[in-house]
C-alpha cells in the first residue's frame, strides 16, 4: 500500500568535476563511479560534455541518497548507479549498502530525472514507498 | 595533524569562509563545503595520510568538521600502525 513519498534534490558544479578528473584522475573515477557509468561518460569526444555526464551521474547520486533519508548510513557512490536504455532513458540501480537501505526503509521505486544548463547539472529523484 | 587536515580543507573544500576562522568543531557543510568537495577532501586525506576510507565511513558525519575527520583518521592509522 502506496505510504508517501520522498524527493532528493543536488546540484553540481561541472566546473569542480573537471577539478576532480585533473587532480586525482582515475582514483576519482574509481571511487565515485561504477565501470559502466565511466565508459558512457569517457566515450563522449570531448573533455567538456565527459564533465557534464559525471556531473549528472553525481547529482544523481546524492539525490538518491536524500531521497533516501540515507546520507548517514555510509553508502558508497558505486552502489548508486545511472543506467540508460537503449532509448536514452536513464534510471537508477541500487546494489549493496544502497540496496540493503531502500529494503530497510520500504522504498518501492526511485524516480530519476537530470538537466543541466552551462556549468550546473541538477538531479531530482522522486521515492515511493509502501507499507510493509 | 589538525594542521595538515587543515591545509587540505583549505586547498580541496571550496569553502566559503578562511579555513582558519573555524574552530575544530565548525559545521564543514555550513561553512559552504558540498559533498562532491567532500569527496576531493577525501581523496586528498588518503594521499597525505596513506589511508583509505572504507565504505562505512562514506558518511556525511565523518566529512562534518575537523574534529570528525581527525577522529576518522585516527582510527585508520591506528589501525593500519597496529597491523605493520
Redesign the interface.
Known sequence: MFSGLTIGL?V??VG??E??LE??GG??LD??YTPREIAYALAANDPATRARRLAAR?AAK?AALKALCA???????RAIEVVRSDDGSIALELS??ALAAARETSAASLSLSVSHEGKLAVAVVICTRVKP | MNDKIRAILGEHA?LAVDVAQLSDESDLYEAGM????S??V???LEGEFDVEFP???????VFGSIASIRAALDELTSVAGAAQ
Open positions: 543536488d553540481v558544479d569542480t568535476i577539478e576532480s587532480r586525482f582514483r576519482y571511487r565515485v553525481f546524492e546520507r548517514e548510513r555510509g553508502i558508497p557512490p549493496g549498502a | 571550496r558540498t559533498s562532491h568537495a569527496v576531493n577525501m581523496l586528498a565504505d562505512r565511513m562514506l558518511r556525511r558525519g
